[in-house]
């Protein structure tokens, strides 16, 4: 098949008739629609008509010109007749398809991968270039002479592109065409300057423009790949009447009849449509409206009665939420083309609303694809929706997915006197009908009280203006109370086959924004039972999308944790979190978000979650300053996460005393911070007592023996009846490490150094030798196994001499160490000589309700003998473990070792919480 648009338009006659701008047609068509040449709507302006008078008379002469070429030509043209039926698909690509050479490439590439036997393609302009043409008018109306550059953009992207991607002939033809649009159009919009108004009709003809060069560059390129194709200028074939704000009808009769006469006289197995564009029945360009592309591809799969309409754009679907607000949405294998449509018309813009109506009633499905991710199948819209089969009767199935419309106001007209008076509701909807606002939602009481509905926040004005005059007198009279209008909202749709009438859908979805404290203003269920709309305030809309969509999509063991203290063990475990996220989110569904990092000075807060792999960095990057509340705020005040933790890894007595605050408020807490449950005995009992009334979980692991399971054998004794009878421990691996390397004829004083240059011991090692931290730990196990002691009394044997106590500083400690060598050399000596090692213990004497913390000796074949390392050990001596006691035993210390314990703690919570094991 010749190149017949091209053909035509370098023959004289067509040569003439582009030059006029307004005889876009593509081949030789032009006497089947003389007045595709008429202005649009010229004679309403009676300024615009004189400056464009020389362009009309010239377009009548270029008129007879076309009906000669064309009369020729029909002769000779052999009429071929259209196939229509399922060997025709359509496809349409979204401005993004062919926002740059490359991308049209792209998409010449995958024409030419798809097998089937006939195709109608329908493309988009250029990304941005219809919102670029929008600005263009918009400048010329407003008299910015501005407009002039911003069209030799638009002139220098198209000149680029065509540059980048055809050649020769092919390359010149464009280009010239392209020039003289932009010369035609140059001249529209001077006009539309000096008359300081475009209007919709020229603003139609104009905006249009950008799908004309997008189509004659694919179908040139096309062709140079060696597939024969004809180009289409929609405007010859698409008939539409316009059909209130910002919609339009087809013509589907005429749009029929031209297609035909079209296509006998450009017949082709490929054939490359403008979207978006089209003429009113008097042969007038007009527009699909914003989007409008989808409906083309839409319309024309209906007028060829195509196999499958497959919508190309650069997500890989729809998904069940707006993917750039909600991060966690998914793609929808299948929609019906009742849930698209609910889908699209409450804002899922990724399908213009109108798509729906042309192809359900021939049953052609819709597939919705990623042009960036061919192995992705994306969505498939049809008559019933598979899921619904495939997912049974779960209450999450009836719900698909969630829309949100910004941008609206509720008017509520209110009183007593609406009640039982016939024609409120019409009298009503007619003041607003006269004012042409579009009413979005209406919900009306049953009391017939008040009638509330929503309209575009920029049509509030008329529209309440309108009801104030038309009701004045029932306003006057007190039959109605007000009319009140409440500004700055959004709608929020649940949309989803038969889920308005399955019981506990509504209510899950109420439930949902309660718990994350949104005020709904309005709520309206229609009788399709394909959706629920509500309306609240536009702040809290994102917050609501988030909140109802993870009600229904997310994890329930979805956890949102804060980490306080990103030190060594906090650092690590945000690792060791990192590495381990994908795998429990597989495999267990335990999804963990951590929403903020909170260190002594800076903070980092994220409202989805924040990205492991680079926290550090982020930090430095978007670290706020410290604040305590805002963080905590931040973490569970996000009401889109079902459960939150707060993660304490410092060792901070400040920190610990928000905890009982933090359980009160439903967060579950983790920490190996000791500072809690060895505090005040009072505090600690209440503590307790709080956190399981509050249904929290409160687990501290990691504060005895690190990543040993200490606490947890011991609540494991208790609560399956045993009796504890005695805990007896090495619980310091610092002290672990000392004495087990304590031997021959060292002096402690080296050994003490060598734990510290081994990064065993805290800064100042007397911090591990005063003995506290190991009365911390014994004191949490005494209380563990139910006695009531205070720090205060146990009796703590300090290992560091008496006169080294007032050392200043760790260095003068560690330089006079070496004179009281001595003393413990003498202490090992004896214990030498009766065959036993020195070991620094913990104990627990449950039986006498005592515990203490002292140097003990033990025989060489005890196991508190036998340890090596830093090693920890635990005895414990029970009812059940009497003879032999039970004994765990390992590294006790350490940051891997240490946050691995408190990961294992949020992992517990997590199948406390409902997780598989
Ligand atoms: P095109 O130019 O290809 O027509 P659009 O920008 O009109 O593309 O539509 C695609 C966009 O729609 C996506 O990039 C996405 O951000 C947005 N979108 C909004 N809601 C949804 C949803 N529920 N599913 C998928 N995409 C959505
Ligand atoms: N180009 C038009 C627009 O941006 C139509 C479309 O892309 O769907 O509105
Ligand atoms: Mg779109």
Redesign the pocket.
Known sequence: MQPMAVTASISPCSRSLSSNALSRGSNASKKTHPSALSLPHCSSISKMESICQGTIRKLSALCICASVADVVRETSVEKIQLLKGDTWSVHK?????VGSSDRIRNVAEILQNDDSERKLVVV?AM?KVTDMMYNIIDKAQSRDDSYIPALDAVLEKHRLTALDLLQADDLAIFLSQLHHDLDNLKAMLRAIYIAGHATESFTDFVVGHGELWSAQILASLVRKNGTDCNWMDAREVLIVNPAGSDLVDPDYVESEKRLEKWFSQNPSRTIIATGFIASTPQNIPTTLKR?G??FSAAIMGALFKARQVT?????D????????KVNE?VVLKTLSYQEAWE?SYF????LHPRTIIPVMQYEIPIVIRNIFNLAAPGTRICRSSINELEEGQRLESFVK?F?TIDNLALVNVEGTGMAGVPGTASAIFGAVKDVGANVVMISQASSEHSVCFAVPEKEVRAVAKALESRFCQALDAGRLSQVAVIPNCSILAAVGQKMASTPGVSATLFNALAKANINVRAIAQGCSEYNITLVVKQEDCVRALRAVHSRFYLSRTTIAMGIIGPGLIGSTLLDQLRDQAAVLKEKFKIDLRVMGIIGSKTMLLSDTSIDLTKWRELQKEKGEVTDLEKFVQNVHGNHFIPNTVLVDCTSDSGIASHYCNWLRRGIHLITPNKKANSGPLNQYLKLRALQRKSYTHYFYEATVGAGLPIITTLQGLLETGDKILRIEGIFSGTLSFIFNNFIGTRAFSVVVVEAKKAGYTEPDPRDDLSGTDVARKVIILAREAGLKLELSDIPVQSLVPEPLRGCASAEEYLQQLPQHDHDMAKKRQDAEDEGEVLRYVGVVDVANKKGTVELRRYKKDHPFAQLSGSDNIIAFTTERYKQQPLIVRGPGAGAQVTAGGIFNDILRLASYLGAPS
């Open positions: 690509f979204g401005g993004t398809c988009s990304s989007d592309s989808d919508i190309w754009t650069d997500v679907g729809v998904y069940s939420a707006d993917p750039r949405a889908m804002g899922a813009n990724v997915g829309a």
